[in-house]
């Protein structure tokens, strides 16, 4: 089971840090993954990190302003929202995709096993 939290409202150029907590199952089984879906728009890729949290990649869109990492000791993902644009306001979610059986980076939704039940950024200009 995966909970996400942390979102809320800013003010554009403001920061968030999101969490996505893991229950029931090895954390560090899975490469985990960050997607968000704004009103009326299909869910895009944002973010992923592999099991051992060495390697990361990010959209395009949110290089060098969102950050992701996570703690295996914790079993928990997280995701740094910096100079957050209006833009940037929707439904994030997190995910896990079990390493043995797949490969990574993956950006391909369809590809993750589990989600968690998504948290509202709403960023106002």
């Known amino acids: 089971q995966l909970q996400a939290s942390g979102g809320g409202l800013v003010q554009a150029g403001g920061s968030l840090r999101l969490s996505c907590a893991a229950s029931g199952r090895a954390f560090s089984s899975y490469h985990m993954g960050w997607f968000r879906q704004a009103p009326g728009k299909e869910r895009e890729f944002v973010a992923t990190?592999?099991?051992?949290?060495?390697?990361?990649w990010h959209a395009a869109s949110v290089k060098g302003r969102f950050t992701v990492s996570r703690d295996n000791a914790k079993s928990t993902m997280y995701l740094q929202l910096n100079s957050l644009k209006p833009e940037d306001t929707a439904v994030y979610y997190c995910?896990?995709?079990?390493?043995?059986?797949?490969?990574?980076?993956?950006?391909?939704?369809?590809?993750?096993?589990?989600w968690g039940q998504g948290t509202l950024v709403t960023v106002s200009s």
């Open positions: 995910a896990a995709a079990a390493r043995f059986r797949v490969g990574w980076p993956t950006l391909d939704a369809d590809r993750y096993d589990y």
């Open positions: 990190i592999s099991w051992s949290g060495d390697t990361t």
